[in-house]
């Protein structure tokens, strides 16, 4: 594999779903060697994600809106023009504040787009998460990512 270069236009971009937010793939992993990937979220005010561990490192930008961050117990509102990294392993989720947000995600190793590429062809989008939360999980066990229980709920 080698780098090279990848053009994505404003509001174009592969979509992947997940029960809490639509990802547009701005930067695949294809055109980086596996190094980075970088995803536009757009995410309603629905019932966050539960506590995760990834085995990849992340950061937020938020473009609109605002959302909670909480990170090994740690948590942090951003609005627009705020970041977070997150580092790989450490127990995190995400809930939107406002009606929605959109914020990116940079995304090292392609273990996010493979993980979400798997989730939105293999879980239902239009339940809700209780109702699909056995496909959720079988997707889990085929990628870097495990559902943990936390102290804090955001």
Request: charged content about 20%; aromatic content about 8%; proline content about 7%.
């Amino acid at each position: 594999m080698s780098y090279s270069p990848q053009h994505v236009s404003a509001g174009e971009g592969a979509r992947l779903h997940a029960p809490d937010a639509t990802l547009t793939v701005k930067v695949d992993s294809q055109h980086t060697d596996d190094a980075y990937e970088i995803f536009e979220i757009d995410a309603p005010d629905v019932e966050p994600t539960p506590f995760h561990r990834t085995g990849w490192a992340k950061t937020y930008y938020v473009l609109t809106g605002e959302i909670l961050v909480v990170v090994d117990g740690e948590s942090f509102e951003l609005g627009p023009g705020s970041s977070i990294a997150i580092p790989p392993n450490a127990l995190h989720t995400f809930r939107v504040l406002s009606s929605s947000t959109k914020f990116l995600v940079f995304a090292l190793t392609g273990g996010m787009g493979r993980f979400h590429a798997d989730l939105d062809a293999s879980v239902p989008t239009d339940r809700p998460v209780d109702q699909v939360l056995e496909q959720i999980v079988q997707v889990l066990s085929r990628h870097d990512v495990a559902f943990e229980k936390a102290e804090v709920s955001p």
